[in-house]
């Protein structure tokens, strides 16, 4: 006979989760069979984010932490814990304040004679100031925050509290990327989303050369003082070529002037973070070597070209020797050098996006749109800037938060685990890859937006349902009915019971079951998902039952000769698909 399970349960709002509870979890985790990690809700507590978003959040950092599952309810903490076999109560003390409210809900918790301890861990002293709370103070100021939480959190703090998106673009020497920030700002503006373009180079200039105040004139002084008189100008600014000249020609006098214009550089930029506008587009030669990628959540592109057109560009532009161009390619880090040194941060953050942009001839429009809808996917992580753009262009003159915000909050109502928001950023981040080929981009869209608005696992007229709720929504924005008819027919071809024929019931098909081509990790996470959604809405099914309905499910699309019908989603992700379904059939067996 086996001996009993060991579980403690950690119990905390998460609103949101920080690295403080995360060190909490990973110190308990390898002490017990089962971590349950349980969310808070407490309906008389305004949170900062939803049920969903938290619950998200906390699976996101915990994904690799094998024995930790995620969970919500409403019921009493030490009925839960009960019913679970829970051995420990686990409860996180950073002050005394905390400490005497932990006192009080062990006494409340003896009362009810339940067979559970409760244990306090001090967080480690590295943790000790970090909270929900300060880091949304922090925020609200426009400071830094990623040492606090995870990048995913922050970016989603940013959206939320300071409704600001960021990405970095990064190059190799003589790239031409100024051309391609400067067409992404203008695509951007056009989208309705004001840009700032956050250019280091600038920021530099403008120390060596223009800045009065304190800190840039001393500045001034120490590079005079360490590189000597011939770097200063007559009116103590500072020789650019003479500088360049130096410190192209000797590594270590570069870093050495890094380390002094550090501070300088801070301070400048803080303030331009500060004024700037919804969208910061950092603009840095050295965003990665100077481990500034968490500024734009690692959401970075990276513009490379080939030595032979670096060297075309150069002759173009500068006087320099073989010699002289060479030592300037090597001053700086090689594009697979940034994307390596870039992928080890993503996997430690658990956050992406790299976006490799090919410079090697002129750049056309086309390929600035592609690359401006990529930075779209990886910035507009609440959806938002969508909904925006979507509405301006239909010249919908409402106002465009509130809009966002009824939407939004109808997929809050619900209780799902798979089908809310979520769901839907991803259908809309696999839809932009490929609006291009839409008919109908802008109904394809609102379809998207709308077909799972309402969704009841056991009801079979979730689609009629929804498409109502469009119908009504879109009138009351003043649609066109013929428009609108278009979008209630796309949000009922997601009942799966039709052959598609056009190509915009195609893809919002094939979007719809995008999740079985994610990769190994976000496919198990989806199957817990499916499976906690259904348990949760439908008491009496039990686990053999859900299993049986389930493999149906999975048999009937592994029998299918084409689960996708656009040859974009059948010939990318057919054989990880056919992995993942069987991966997940053998489970259930």
């Given amino acids: 006979m086996n001996s009993k399970e060991s579980i403690a349960l950690y119990a905390f709002s998460w609103d949101p989760i920080t690295y403080g509870h995360e060190d909490i979890i990973k110190r308990i985790a390898p002490k017990y069979d089962k971590v349950i990690v349980w969310i808070w809700v407490n309906p008389d507590k305004k949170h900062f984010f939803s049920l969903q978003e938290r619950r998200e959040m906390a699976k996101d950092a915990l994904l690799d932490i094998l024995n930790v599952e995620v969970v919500d309810f409403k019921w009493l ?74 990048l995913n959190v922050k970016q989603a703090m940013e959206a939320k509290m300071n409704w600001y998106y ?66 200063r100008l007559s009116n ?54 100077a481990d500034s990628t968490y500024r734009t959540n690692n959401n970075t592109i990276i513009v490379e070209t080939d030595e032979k057109t670096q060297i075309q560009r150069i002759n173009q532009r500068d006087n320099l020797d ?68 979507l509405l301006k262009r239909n010249n919908i003159q409402w106002d465009y938060d509130k809009i966002f915000k009824d939407i939004q909050s109808l997929y809050f109502q619900n209780e799902n685990f798979y089908h809310h928001r979520l769901h839907i950023i991803s259908c809309l981040n696999d839809f932009y890859e490929i609006r291009n080929i839409s008919e109908n981009p802008d109904a394809l869209e609102l379809a998207i937006i709308f077909h799972d608005i309402v969704y009841i696992p056991w009801a079979s007229d979730n689609e009629e349902k929804s498409a109502e709720l469009a119908d009504k929504y879109l009138s009351n924005l003043w649609y066109d009915a013929n428009f609108i008819a278009q979008v209630k027919h796309l949000i009922m071809m997601t009942k799966h019971d039709k052959v598609p024929q ?13 999740i079985l081509w994610k990769d190994n990790k976000f496919y198990k996470r989806y199957i817990s998902n499916i499976r906690e959604e259904y348990k949760r809405n439908i008491p009496w099914l039990t686990n053999v039952k859900f299993n049986q309905w389930r493999l149906a499910f999975l048999e009937d699309f592994s029998n299918r000769e084409n689960i996708y019908h656009t040859p974009y989603f059948q010939n990318k992700y057919w054989n990880q698909v056919k992995e993942n379904l069987e991966y997940e059939k053998q489970n259930l067996k």
């Avoid at 180079?201 to 120490?222: A, F, G, M």
């Avoid at 103590?236 to 550089?265: C, G, H, P, V, Y």
């Avoid at 056009?502 to 995008?514: G, R, S, V």
Wanted: net charge neutral; hydrophobic share 45%.
């Fill in 77 to 150: 903490l030490s009925t839960f814990a009960t019913e679970q076999n829970v051995d420990l109560i686990i409860r996180w003390i950073r002050n005394t304040t905390d400490m005497e409210a932990e006192k009080q809900l062990f006494l409340a918790l003896k009362t009810q004679k339940m067979p559970i301890d409760i244990a306090c861990l001090f967080c480690s002293p590295d943790k000790e100031h970090i909270s929900s709370s300060t880091a949304k103070v922090i925020l609200k100021e426009n400071w830094k925050i990623h040492e606090f939480v995870r």
């Fill in 502 to 514: 056009t190509m915009d019931e195609k893809i919002i098909i094939d979007i719809d079951l995008a």
């Fill in 236 to 289: 103590n600014f500072i020789n650019r070529k003479a500088l360049w000249k130096i410190i192209f020609e000797d590594s270590s006098k570069r870093e050495k002037l890094n380390e002094l214009m550090q501070t300088a550089i801070a301070v400048r930029f803080e303030r331009l973070w500060y004024k700037s506008s919804w969208l910061h587009l950092i603009n840095a030669a050295l965003l990665i070597e």
């Fill in 166 to 231: 960021s990405v970095g673009i990064t190059w190799e020497i003589w790239s031409w990327k100024s051309y391609i920030a400067n067409q992404l700002v203008q695509f951007w503006n056009t989208f309705g989303v004001a840009t700032t373009n956050i250019e280091m180079d600038k920021i530099w200039h403008e120390i060596l050369w223009e800045l009065q105040e304190p800190i840039y004139v001393s500045t001034r002084e120490k590079i005079i003082k360490e590189f000597w008189e011939e770097v």
């Fill in 322 to 389: 073989s010699d002289q161009i060479k030592r300037r390619i090597e001053s700086q880090f090689s594009t697979e050098k940034k994307k390596s040194l870039l992928q080890e941060r993503i996997k430690k953050d658990n956050r992406w996006t790299m976006i490799n942009y090919q410079n090697y001839n002129n750049t056309n429009p086309d390929q600035i749109a592609e690359l401006f809808f990529q930075t779209l996917i990886a910035s507009d992580i609440d959806w938002w800037l969508r909904v925006k753009w």
